[in-house]
């Protein structure tokens, strides 16, 4: 299995919360990682507003930063290029998707084109996660929850 993660997906990684466990049995069973640049900024930005808003403590925050950036070579990176960025752009529009929603879902469609086989697309945002299915992914999880948006983070330890 391919495995494109989003944000909300990778995320769990590093911050315990619901999809945690299931997110890191994906990621083992899967052949390659991958997912696109901006996303490592965005993981950094989360657990940041994790420390932020009191729902992960610094040291165990700083902790799962490390391990975060050390693991980020292990991953497929897609890189944001002018055609990647047309893409969002129709995406975005096409499925009423934000900004880096369209982003994440362009660069797993270009990565599967450019393997030719199946990607997984693991997101825990609604929209992304329809607008995948629509595209041709293979959404994951294979049922998502409606509510996930309202889920609290936990400490990792």
Known sequence: M???LDTSA???RYVIEAGTAEVNQATARAETNGTVTITRVEV???LAKAVRIG???QTVALSNLQKF???W????????TDHL????DTLAWEHHLRGYDAVHLAAALVWQEGLGATVTIATFDQSLWLAAQKEGLAPFPADLPLDTKTTKRKIKK
């Open 2 to 4: 391919f495995l494109y």
């Open 10 to 12: 990778l995320v769990k």
């Open 44 to 46: 950094v930005a989360a």
């Open 55 to 57: 729902a992960l403590e």
């Open 69 to 71: 950036r050390n693991e």
């Open 73 to 80: 070579s292990d991953l497929t990176r897609i890189h944001v």
């Open 85 to 88: 960025v047309m893409r969002a």
